[in-house]
């Protein structure tokens, strides 16, 4: 459990940046943002010296929330919630190479490497695949794949969120195909460097996925180049032969050296503002009113 514990003498500088990301998050983002930038800003106060005493608090929190979303996919459509790196630095009133400088300041103080799982969002730990990748034996493992014995270890130590074998994953219930093997082997591989594809599933219910997603980032500090989704009007996508050809040639044109996937069905296929207006989307009635990670009812 971080510390949210902030001297008294940054607790001004704390409470002004943390006002501006507190409004961007609300506005923009969602509740996860807002708690983990503000974890992230009491981590940046106890820090001596502070690299908050010095500069803009607006360029500060520009660059918290950036490298936020740097590990959490933010540029990324098949990880919602989606914003480009512009339109972060035009919320925040401030230039990208600016935000970019504050980044890397941040990363070197707080020692944030690429999908660093202590920084990732509690909706996305089970798709971070360093958050579940420990040395055993000397070999870099899964722990996922562990007997329960060494997930118990883990979990005791704070390596891992919760015991794999303790909650079942929602897709293991799920159609589980050669494809779908394949590409999570893949990603059970960990980081393996760069470019890395992302993949994400939809569908009007939690036990069929209508449409899947795959974006490929090409480099660390970049946005998503390319994009590109499947659908299907009847069955599951995850067992369509022909989808999962195109899906495993899509990865392997761009050289994508490491893959993450969604866990399980993120929500409803349709885009708001493309496929219908409003809050929740009139065809996929299950999801009213539900989040999109968890499928529980939120109101």
């Known amino acids: 459990m971080r510390s949210n514990a902030v ?94 400088a504050k980044a890397r300041v941040i990363e070197k103080a707080l020692r944030i490497g690429v999908f660093d799982p202590k920084w990732a969002l509690p909706s996305l730990v089970s798709s971070n695949p360093l958050v579940w990748m420990a040395e055993v034996d000397g070999l870099l493992v899964d722990l996922r794949t562990m007997p329960r014995e060494i997930q118990e270890v883990a979990f005791a130590k704070g390596i891992i969120p919760y015991i794999p074998a303790d909650t079942p994953d929602r897709s293991s219930a799920m159609v589980e195909d050669r494809f779908l093997k394949r590409l999570r082997k893949k990603s059970r591989k960990g980081l393996r460097g760069w470019p890395i594809a992302t993949v994400a599933f939809y569908g009007p219910n939690l036990s069929q996925a209508t449409k899947v997603a795959v974006s490929i980032v090409p480099s660390e500090n970049a946005e998503v180049a390319e994009l590109r989704d499947w659908k299907v009007d009847r069955g599951d996508i995850r067992s369509d032969p022909e989808v999962a050809r195109e899906i495993l040639e899509f990865i392997e044109e761009h050289q994508a050296r490491s893959v993450a996937i969604s866990d399980g069905i993120i929500g409803c296929p349709h885009q708001e503002g493309i496929d219908y207006d409003g809050e929740w989307c009139p065809v996929c009635e299950f999801w009213h009113g539900r989040d999109r990670f968890t499928g529980q009812r939120v109101h």
Request: proline content about 6%; overall charge positive.
């Open 7 to 100: 001297p008294r003498a940054m607790m001004p500088v704390y409470e002004r940046i943390v006002g501006l990301t507190d409004d961007v998050c609300d506005r923009q983002l969602n509740s996860e943002y807002r708690d983990l930038a503000r974890e992230m800003t009491g981590a940046l106060c106890r820090k001596r010296p502070s690299p908050l005493s010095s500069g803009q608090q607006r360029t500060w929190a520009g660059g918290i929330v950036y490298v936020l979303g740097r590990i959490n996919f933010l540029g990324d459509r098949s990880f919602p919630p989606y914003m480009t790196t512009a339109d972060l630095c035009a919320a925040f009133g401030v230039g990208e190479s600016t935000v970019h």
